[in-house]
Nanobody
Framework: QVQLVESGGGLVQAGGSLRLSCAAS????MGWFRQAPGKEREFVAA????????YYAESVKGRFTISRDNAKNTMYLQMNTLKPEDTAVYYC?????????????????????WGQGTQVTVSS
């Protein structure tokens, strides 16, 4: 049974920072998605199984950093210079990697496993 457990969400003022964590029961290619109220789920960032390659949505590029600690099977999302429009439930997602250095992609349908989500609220 694959388990993904997110943590680190919370309330922060605009311009502030948060770090999300996603602890997995095994090692996968992984990504972060988010869903704001009344909006569709959107891709945020992804990282390869090896951790050597990453990909970001344009809306977060330069502000967010995805990383992983393979010894702990844990993925992180460092979020800096947060904006009110970053407010959403953030979901960790994982899939069996096709290749060690391949970033898993931006479509949610490409991922097999999902966490329960963690709320991030950015006040103006």
């Amino acid at each position: 049974q694959v388990q993904l457990v997110e943590s680190g969400g919370g309330l922060v003022q605009a311009g502030g920072s948060l770090r999300l964590s996603c602890a997995a029961s095994a090692r996968y290619a992984m990504g972060w998605f988010r869903q704001a109220p009344g909006k569709e789920r959107e891709f945020v960032a992804a990282i390869s199984w090896s951790g050597g390659r990453t990909y970001y949505a344009e809306s977060v590029k330069g502000r967010f950093t995805i990383s992983r600690d393979n010894a702990k099977n844990t993925m992180y999302l460092q979020m800096n210079t947060l904006k009110p429009e970053d407010t959403a439930v953030y979901y960790c997602a994982a899939r069996t990697p096709l290749a060690a250095t391949l970033v898993p992609g931006t479509a949610g349908e490409l991922y097999n496993y999902w966490g329960q989500g963690t709320q991030v609220t950015v006040s103006s």
